[in-house]
């Protein structure tokens, strides 16, 4: 069955990014409609199973500042996407390196694969516009995360003495959207600090929020999170006036 | 506590309590080896089944997997357990019972009557000893029938929730998924929205708009917006139209509370639903969604696996007579069920253990693209599930979720299911695409040329 010659359904696309109106022969989609689907699920597949350009990225970080690469106690990708505690925890070889470089740090900025280490790539350009409205924070070396979720920047700041910690992580790739970043923001981070605790700003890509404008987002909640000395729920309010 | 144990080929496995019992007979998935339940080999997980099969149902009773004392939904099991619709298997085995449930002669009337003597416990353990064919048989024998303003769970039908979500709750484009799914013939058991902020003020715009569409197109069904139940609460005591109470919940007291409820905040929702009496044909107003790994992933699993504690959320549901059940089985994550295979085998599991408790179970058949899974196993799974005769599954546009960033059953797959099994929409919803045009000579969902349909249908097209 071929979409008649005026599709009424395009006027409605204009609002929403879900497949409304698609062709279908009998009950089954149209062969076009099934294998643009495919594509877009082979395309968040693939970027779920990249890996973190890790050097690329520490050239990219490199005129900015200091970096240091870590890696977490998950050893692939299988064991990352299965056990979830173990991409939480640093490999012995990493904590070392960080006791390494350990010092008085007001803010550690962990860019970290997650479940999209292509995201990252938007990284840089977050932290260079981040970073001009960081005057007053003492920062630590930048860290570059492989095989690492969230809390595995709570261990990072642990071990090189940050009283706060931004991590910037890959997310959970859609259909849509396959390559996003989400930053978690803790302060007084420690293992086993809770979602609770954190602040989070998703969706940062092209089409939801820019890194420059995520920078601005960031740098006041940042700022907020000083003043009142704490994160997460407690910051809820101030965090979405910004 | 009472160790069981069993001895296969010349080694003796040893299980010192009922939980450990359980956890070591569950098939393999993901969730149970990263809380460190799992069997360690699979002569050992045999074992277990084979310890499992012997132990009799009224160990259960005796010794609760989660104490009394530390659990609200442990006492909820046991206070409101009934002996006597218990008595006719209550000198069984497990394994006693699981043939007991597929003998010709057990009925869907000797499992109605069976239901509130059965525990969650008793069920997941019986499961556990089943393959998927048998999931199916027995699920297929029992019927929960609801009603609000439509009537699901009825023989040979297949219910689906319309699921509309937008990444940023755009009225016109939830209204627009809205009426893709109508045409579709989606949207018998609710027209049910998540919201991305469940804001009061947000959730109660978006009921307002779902409440137009229904009245202005008179469509028999029943409307949701899934936000917390305390936003929910607020808004129907401030007038809101709500026809469903929604929430999520878990299989233990700590779990519940991580999502910020327990049973006395479910009551009193439940309650205020019941004051409100928006149904028609009848007053099933509650709607409960759960899933496997819930508990663990909220740190609160007491060492119990997760399909066992899947089964005791289900406990939960049925205290407050829902309308609508489901089991979110993949959403979770490939941490809990990590591929096709383990998500085919735990929605069959739930919605199982859930009709044999007497709960009008659901799937939204879906995964994330983090698991090792595709449209085929849902495909799969929908066509198994529909065959087990589960009460209602998910309609989103084309599978994709553009909100939730998952993908489930798209409202051609519920089509194609129905057609491929002779299976009907909800018989007040079927009458409603007649009068519409939607349904053609042979019944089948083929709604025409926009041209043709009903001017207010044809409006919102515009």
């Not at chain 2, 043939?99 to 008793?122: I, K, N, Q, W």
């Not at chain 2, 026809?243 to 049973?263: H, K, M, P, R």
């Not at chain 2, 085998?345 to 939204?364: F, I, Q, S, T």
Request: hydrophobic share 50%.
């Amino acid at each position: 069955m071929k979409p008649p010659a005026t599709d009424p359904w395009a006027s409605l696309r204009a609002h929403t990014p879900a497949r409304i109106g698609l062709a279908r022969s009998g009950s089954a989609l149209a062969t076009k409609a099934l294998l643009e689907f495919r594509a877009d699920h082979a395309r968040a597949r693939d970027a779920v199973g990249d890996v973190l350009d890790a050097a690329a990225l520490a050239a990219a970080l490199a005129p900015m500042g200091e970096v240091l690469g870590v890696a977490s106690a998950a050893v692939d990708r299988a064991t990352y996407l299965r056990r979830p505690d173990l991409g939480r925890r640093l490999d012995a070889a990493s904590e070392a390196r960080l006791a390494a470089h350990r010092g008085e740090y007001d803010l550690v900025l962990v860019i970290a694969d997650g479940l999209s280490p292509s995201a990252t790539r938007a990284a840089p350009a977050l932290i260079a516009a981040l970073l001009g409205r960081l005057g007053g924070w003492r920062l630590a070396p930048f860290v570059v995360a492989r095989q690492a979720r969230v809390a595995l920047g709570d261990a990072i700041a642990a071990a090189l003495g940050a009283g706060a910690v931004a991590v910037l992580i890959g997310e959970r790739p859609g259909l849509s959207v396959p390559v996003s970043l989400g930053a978690y923001l803790t302060w007084r981070p420690r293992p086993g600090s809770t979602d609770a605790e954190r602040n989070c700003l998703s969706n940062i890509h092209a089409l939801g929020t820019p890194p420059a404008a995520a920078a601005q987002r960031l740098a006041g909640l940042l700022a907020a999170m000083r003043q009142r000395g704490l994160s997460g729920v407690g910051l809820k309010d101030e965090g979405e006036l910004l | 506590m009472t160790a069981r144990a069993a001895t296969l080929a010349g080694t003796r496995y040893v299980f010192p309590d009922l939980a450990t019992l359980l956890a070591r007979a569950t098939p393999p998935r993901s969730g149970d080896v990263l809380a460190g339940l799992a069997a360690g080999s699979a002569r050992e997980r045999v074992a277990a089944q084979m310890a499992l099969a012997d132990t009799p149902l009224a160990a259960f009773l005796e010794e609760p997997v989660i104490a009394y004392e530390a659990d609200e939904v442990t006492r909820l099991i046991l206070d409101t357990h009934d002996r006597a619709a218990f008595a006719p298997v209550a000198a069984m085995t497990v394994g006693a019972l699981r043939e007991f449930l597929l003998a010709d002669g057990t009925d869907e009337a000797t499992l109605a009557a069976l239901a509130p003597g059965l525990t969650p416990e008793m069920v997941a353990g019986c499961v556990k000893l089943m393959r998927l064919s048998e999931l199916m048989t027995v699920a297929a024998k029992c019927r929960v029938v609801t009603r609000f303003r439509t009537t699901l769970g009825l023989p040979r039908r297949l219910g689906v929730r319309l699921q509309p979500n937008h990444p940023s709750d755009d009225p016109k484009g939830i209204a627009a998924a809205v009426l893709d799914g109508l045409l579709l013939g989606a949207g018998d058991a609710t027209i049910g929205i998540n919201p991305a902020s469940d804001s009061p003020a947000r959730t109660a715009s978006l009921l307002h708009l779902l409440d137009d569409i229904r009245q202005r197109l008179a469509i028999p069904t029943q409307s949701c917006v899934l936000a917390h139940v305390t936003t929910t609460l607020g808004l129907m005591n401030q007038g809101v139209p709500v026809d469903l109470v929604f929430q999520s919940i878990a299989g233990t007291e700590a779990a519940n509370a991580a999502f910020g409820i327990d049973l006395a905040l479910l009551a009193e929702a439940a309650d205020a639903a019941a004051g409100l009496a928006r149904g028609s044909i009848g007053d099933n107003a509650m709607y409960f969604e759960t899933g496997q790994g819930s508990a663990l992933s909220a740190g609160a699993h007491h060492g119990v696996d997760q399909q066992t504690l899947e089964a005791r959320a289900y406990a939960v549901a049925r205290r407050f007579r829902p309308l609508l059940v489901n089991t979110v089985v993949g959403f979770i994550g490939p941490e809990y069920l990590a591929s096709g295979k383990e998500i085919i085998r735990a929605g069959l599991e739930d919605h199982c253990c859930g009709k044999l408790l007497g709960v009008p179970m659901g799937c939204d058949v879906c995964y994330t693209n983090h698991a090792d899974a595709d449209q085929d196993d849902m495909d799969a799974l929908l066509t198994l599930l529909a065959a087990a005769g589960v009460n209602f599954v998910m309609g989103v546009p084309g599978a994709d979720d553009v909100m939730l960033g998952y993908q489930s059953t798209s409202f051609h797959d519920v089509l194609a299911t129905r057609e491929l099994l002779g299976l009907r929409p909800a018989p007040e919803f079927e009458a409603w695409l007649e009068g519409q045009g939607i349904l053609d000579q042979a019944r089948r969902v083929r709604p025409p040329e926009p041209a043709r349909l009903p001017a207010p249908l044809r409006r919102l097209l515009a």
